[in-house]
């Protein structure tokens, strides 16, 4: 369920990159967000069993899983998700379809904090 009224919006972020997670959740919270992090695609999917968050950040590139492989996951777990920002070092990962899997949101890596912020109120303005 997400977020109750009044209440600072959830943000899951699902990164392998240990650094890269702690900036994401750091930066977030910050800026007013309840951030849970996820260290892989796989425990990213158990925390939506649990938790539906208000928006999803995901990195592309994950070993365990792809951020293609995680959005059809998330797809399975809500009949309509929330809003899923990806991101990734790879200037050509948004070659996939992503747009027809939900995707509207994109930032590249490495991020400054206010786009990542930015980006993230945008996904949420917009759901």
Do not use: N
């Not at 997400?2 to 800026?31: I, K, Y």
């Amino acid at each position: 369920m997400a977020s109750p009224a009044g209440s600072a919006p959830h943000v899951l972020v699902v990164d392998d990159d240990p650094d890269m997670l702690s900036v994401a959740q750091r930066a977030l919270e910050q800026a007013g967000y309840r951030v849970t992090p996820a260290p892989s695609g796989r425990e990213g999917v158990d925390l939506l069993k649990a938790e539906r968050p208000d928006v999803i950040l995901f990195d592309f590139w994950m070993p365990e899983m792809r951020g293609d492989e995680f959005v059809a996951e998330v797809w399975k777990v809500f009949a309509k998700p929330p809003p899923l920002v990806a991101c990734s070092a790879d200037p050509d990962f948004m070659d996939w379809d992503a747009r027809s899997s939900g995707v509207r949101h994109a930032i590249s890596k490495p991020f400054d904090v206010a786009s990542l912020v930015g980006t993230v109120k945008k996904a949420l303005a917009e759901a």
